[in-house]
């Protein structure tokens, strides 16, 4: 078993749909939690961290982990066509860790 | 903003040959890594470097070497390139292992 599973989609939603990314975990350890976007063809961009337990909004964007479940939530709001991309969460286990485990991501297509 | 920029967006190159991917960060992070990234196994650890001269190896080593002559630059050598070496290869840096920050991404193809 992956220490981290990711659907790869691809998920295609209409423009202005709410979307729901997601990532499990098998390792309770984990503490840090990220998700970047990358494009295609392009390096991962930074889009959320979150230490913990819940909830992190930043503009259209929310973070969300239920440790309990070892369950992170992605959720955009009001999508976007330039939202299409490939989401990707990354989790460690210690703050100053060199070890970071990524999910092997989910491909979005938000169709205008 | 941090930038973390790679020598080559794509190379191509032959079986047996010496390749060198280059990286180089901005924000004075201590550590730098390199990843690859190829489908359906998402990105892989080659090497990391927490300071100048100092590195430890990765998920997937073998194959590899790197150098970290400055703190700003960490290179990641090929030594005798196999068509299995074909990839997505990431570079990124942070500081206090909280968050990465990735360079752009070389794609190479070995023949």
């Known amino acids: 078993q992956k220490e981290v599973e990711q659907d790869p989609g691809p998920l295609s939603v209409p423009e202005g749909a709410i979307v729901s990314l997601n990532c499990t975990y098998s390792?309770?350890?984990?503490?840090?939690f990220m998700w970047y976007r990358q494009y295609s063809r392009k390096g991962p961009e930074l889009l959320m961290y979150t230490y913990s337990s819940g909830n992190k909004e930043d503009g259209r964007f929310t973070a969300q982990v239920d440790k309990s479940s070892k369950y992170i939530s992605l959720f955009i709001r009001d999508s976007q066509p330039s939202d299409s991309a490939t989401y990707l969460c990354?989790?460690?286990?210690?703050?100053?860790?060199?070890?970071?485990?990524f999910g092997t991501g989910t491909r979005l297509k938000v169709l205008a | 903003d941090v930038k973390v920029t790679q020598s080559s967006r794509y190379l191509v190159k032959r079986t047996g040959e010496k390749v060198f991917l280059e990286c180089v960060q901005d924000m004075d992070h201590e550590n730098m890594f390199w990843y690859r990234q190829d489908p359906g196994l998402g990105l892989r650890l080659i090497y990391f470097s927490y300071d100048v001269k100092m590195k430890e190896k990765g998920d997937i080593p073998e194959g590899y070497s790197v150098s970290r002559e400055k703190k700003e630059r960490f290179s990641l050598i090929l030594e005798s390139a196999s068509t299995n070496q074909t990839s997505m290869y990431l570079c990124?840096?942070?500081?206090?292992?909280?968050?990465?920050?990735f360079g752009p991404g070389t794609r190479l193809l070995v023949l």
């Open positions: 990354a989790m460690s286990a210690t703050k100053g860790t060199y070890k970071y485990i």
């Open positions: 390792n309770s350890a984990f503490q840090y």
């Open positions: 990124a840096s942070s500081t206090g292992g909280e968050t990465q920050y």
